[in-house]
């Protein structure tokens, strides 16, 4: 089977492993599975989250790692936009994966003008990007989310501001609702589902958040799995509607080829 893990309150909180992930991702990886990982961070590149899951005992190899940045790169490429400027607010990841696919970077000035606004994550966020991606979104930029995850898991149960707190922000300025490529849209799922060469029955997604992971893997007509690691507890698990409900809700990854041998 094809097990697709969602990072950030899967593997790991923070800098801390979780309890069972390298674990599970070895016997899994041993028993032949295809094992990949999709996540909506932006924060950094492909390479830095397979340098972060090494440090963790995990061994992820960089094109088994899909990120919404990637992922948003892709889709540039794919549109030709080869050339096109863009204002990015973002971080380092983000920017990387655009360069790659040749994007000309704009300086987030208060008359900027873009072909592309790109949002995701930036931990250095000012009110001076806000207006500068208003701007050039009223002057006619495309304007695009890497993702709108409302919060990020840290250790302790501690939470910070995700990207959709960022996004939700240019939305609300420049009166325009973005495209969004990262979960719950299908999009990332389904180029790991071709790459890999699994129909979607034969894959499971692995997450954290109802309104994202699983809303994704339903959407691409995968298995689905919600573990309780991350920022969902179980209460809020158990009441979820019927268009997020997971087929199985594990405590952590340590039962995740049981619930699969047993069937639902
Ligand atoms: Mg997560």
Redesign the pocket.
């Known amino acids: 089977m094809l097990f697709i893990f ?5 593997i790991y909180t923070g800098q801390t492993v979780l309890p069972h992930a390298a674990e599970t991702v070895a016997r899994l990886q041993a028993a032949g599975h295809a094992v990949y990982y999709l996540t909506n961070n932006s924060a950094q590149t492909r390479r830095g989250y397979r340098a972060k899951l090494a440090g963790m005992g995990i061994d992820a190899p960089e094109e088994r790692i899909m990120t919404s940045a990637y992922a948003t790169a892709l889709r540039l490429k794919e549109e030709g936009a080869r050339g096109a400027s863009a204002l990015v607010i973002g971080q380092g990841g983000l920017y990387e994966e655009l360069g790659a696919v040749g994007l000309r970077f704009v300086e987030p000035s208060p008359d900027a003008r873009a072909d592309y606004v790109i949002v995701g994550i930036d931990r250095q966020f000012t009110y001076e990007k806000l207006k500068a991606a208003q701007q050039a979104i009223l002057h006619g930029a495309h304007f695009i989310a890497t993702n709108r995850d409302p919060i990020y ?1 840290l250790e302790g149960g501690r939470v910070e501001p995700g990207s959709g707190s960022i996004v939700i922000s240019v939305e609300t300025a420049s009166l325009t609702v973005p495209e969004v490529i990262g979960k719950p849209s299908p999009e990332a799922a389904e180029i790991i589902l071709k790459e890999a060469g699994y129909p979607p029955d034969q894959a499971v997604m692995v ?3 109802a309104d994202t ?1 699983i809303a994704c893997g339903r959407a691409a007509g995968m298995h689905t799995v919600l573990v309780l690691t ?2 969902t507890r179980r209460e809020e698990a158990e009441q979820l509607p019927e268009e997020l409900k997971p087929e199985w809700i594990l405590e952590d990854l340590s039962g995740l080829e049981a619930a699969f041998q047993q069937g639902k």
């Open positions: 969602d990072l950030d309150g899967v898991p997450g954290d958040r992971d991350g920022t």
